[in-house]
């Protein structure tokens, strides 16, 4: 991963995001899209909440992932929020893709 964005902050944004969004994490990844020119985080969730939105998942992600790399916090709000986002649920068992 570049931008000095190592799996450890990738993990315990994860973990804090699972946290205060109420989920069970099972795993978390990232790969880089270079066609697009972003990364997608992808997350490995169980027992998705009710009321837990795509938007809130997202916003609860960017933010803690931004804790725990101020580097991409930054880059999140400068470059990142002028871009599309994206955020979708998968079916059970797979991945989830985050940003």
Do not use: Q, W
Not at 47 to 71: G, Q
Not at 72 to 98: E, I, L, N, Q
């Amino acid at each position: 991963m570049g931008e000095k964005t190592t799996e450890i902050a990738l993990r315990r944004a994860a973990e804090d995001t699972a946290k205060e969004c109420g989920f069970d994490l099972i795993d978390c990844s990232v790969y880089p899209d270079t066609d697009n020119i972003r990364y997608v985080y992808l997350m490995e969730i169980a027992k998705i909440p009710e009321n837990l939105s795509k938007d809130m998942l997202r916003d609860s992600f960017e933010k803690n992932l931004a804790k725990a790399n101020p580097s991409m916090g930054d880059k999140v709000k400068k470059v990142y929020a002028r871009r599309p986002r994206s955020c979708s649920f998968s079916r059970k068992h797979t991945f989830y893709t985050a940003i």
